[in-house]
């Protein structure tokens, strides 16, 4: 056996338990989904093939429509306010202070928080009579009727009902979704790190200001990781599950937190129809595709890779 | 050789040797001794025990059938799976309303047969317990823990209202205003409640049968989600909103802590009258003894019926934990063995007082009620006896118009639908859900035989 040959036979034992791992446990579900979703199948049965029968009956169900909106409105309100966060957070944490890997680590602990005790904790967090952030926000809001009155505008502010509120329901999970801005900033940290310093000066020698250097070198430097944290970013808030499902359930206040996945989950384990489940997760799969697609054909030209 | 053509033969190779003995390991050969049945069971905690007492009791009186009692969370998901899988425990205690969908894609095995050589008839229970797992004229699980519902007051509140706390509503409109007489406010805002709709959440899709509607028309299985009777329950759930605001009556439901916990609305004196079910008592018990020393401070009665509709008075949801054997059991002749003694007698008493319920029997022994911690346990068998007794609709889509109706419920309460165009929603979406649901079952069948 010639040695290259030996070579990549060690290799490939070295490498079988991942292969057979992925064969087994991704790519063959990964093949089997596409099959199920053409087919009636409810897990218990063997499947009945049934054609485009479930993405017609997709196309006509609202619950279905009303998921997809809903999760498409909280993406395009978590991404940008994440992203914003995070630059933010990674341009301070940047800043040469005392203690900057106190608070680097500080403002990274949160996003290590699992998704359920996380859920469990907010809930009492947005809390609409005991709520910490109500607490906060009810003497301000009191304060600002108080002061309304001389104006002899009688208005009688209150804090939101963040969790029984369908108006509100979703700004408290996007609020929620910025604790997690943590891993987005530690790239963005990166990022900033790799910015040349020699690109500051010269900007400086040419009289820029702070603004002027974020905008002119920081942010088109940083360009490639924003367009990453972005594509990761829709790819998150469309899959979002864990949290809506434990703080509302049945996607309550009057299904404004009904997620697309928590439909496809509601389907495939509580009303037995996994093919349907299944022909769901293949359009979340087109969409998220087309989205990215979108993302990177936006960037293209707004991108600046520094090594090219 | 080239070895590019034998990596995937042997990588094929591999993936089937894996998925061969993945097969073979849950089927371990039966050692000597006593059959080894497996019982998946939900319960935790004390109503945990209660099951553990039966199966230590069901093992130590005979040695041919040994049961190994597990606890699983999210049973009837993972009872699902391990049959889709091919190796479920003999034994798994769902919920009552999973029988019609397991039974709908033969999940779960008829127990007719068994019945027969046992001798279990429908005579042997409180017939509504029975017909739980009556389905398609099989029988497919017998009861285990029952429950039913009822009202509970909370008596000091009547009082701090100037009420006398002996005097409960008997019909909707006497509910509703005591309900006015007992709310106070706090800084213009609800600081405690007579009695809301939407507390505790549970039979948010059932307030029509308290007005005497049906979801169900049994006999021709069609959707009656939008009955006369379903729409004026509704609209009575409307009149709370429209009474306190839905933003205030959010507001006040948000201050509530979990249901087992001291914060719970009813255990801390916040709503003074509440449908609930005979496990309330344990909650009383464990959270709120203020409740219950020195005086009895609380009480059960049969939940109010509209003042016009006096042939609805003793109406109660009847619901139940049940026990089936799953299609692909090993054990079933044994697993029925052991189910046969969880029904009877002893080990139905042994269960229900552990868990401090009533039982689902006819025949209770002369010491099971007087032993009973419960002081209202009466109350509890005997209202499912009542011809208004309720149980879920038995069909496989309950699950997905249990959602519609309490997301109608919510759109109600909340002021975005009227009751009428929510339940004519969902009228049309669950038919449309139902028919999709037979024509599929049909498929799967036919393509099954």
Redesign the interface.
Known sequence: ?KAS?KE??TA?VFV?PW??GF??FLLYPLLASVYYSFC?Y?????P?W?GLANYR?LIRD??FRDSLVNTLVYAAMALPTGMAVAIGLAMMLNAKVKGQTFYRTIFYVPSLVPGVPLAVLWLWVF?????IINAVIQPWLDALSRALVHLHLHV?L?AP?W????TWAKPALVLMSVWGAGNAMLIYLAGLQDVPQHLYEAAELDGAGWWSKTWNVTLPMLSPVILFNGVMGIIGALQIFTIPYIMFP??????STYFYAMYLY?NA????KMGYACAMGWIMFVITVALTVFALKLSSRHVHYGGS | ?D?RKL?LPA?AL??VW??YKSEQIPRIEQKPGPVHITYWEKWTEFEGDAIKAVVDRYNSRQNRIHVDLLSVSDIE?KT??A??GGNPPDVAGLYGPNVA??AD???VMPLDDFCKSYHITRDDYIPVYFDIGFYNNHIYSLPSAPASTALHYNKQMFRDAGLDPEKYPTTIEELDALADKIVTRKN?HIDRSGFMPAEPGWWNWGWGCVFGGKLWDVKTGKVTANSPENVRAYNWVRTYTDKYGA?EL??????FGNFSSPQNAFLSSKVAMELQGVWMYNFIDQYAPSLEKPVLNWAAVPFPHPADRPDLANMTFADEDVLVIPRGARHPKEAFDFISYVESQEGMELLCMGQRKHSPLSHVSDTFYSKHPNPYIKLFADLPKSPTVVSPPKT??W??YQ?EM??AF??VS?G?KTAKEALDYVQN?VTMIND?YQA?LK???E??K
């Open positions: 056996m040959r990549a036979l490939l079988s292969i057979i064969t087994l009636n409810s897990v218990l049965k063997p009945v049934v009956n609202d619950v809390s609409g009579k005991q709520g009688t209150t009902q969790l029984t509120n369908a049945g996607g309550s206040p009057a299904r509601d384990f509580l009303y037995l | 050789m070895f990596g990588l591999v993936v894996a998925a998901k699902l799976l049959v889709s969908q397991y894609d033969s999940a213009g933003g959010s507001t006040f439901r948000s201050g496989g889509i699950p997905e959602a309490v997301a919510e759109q909340l975005k979406r999709d599929q498929a799967r069948r393509a099954g």
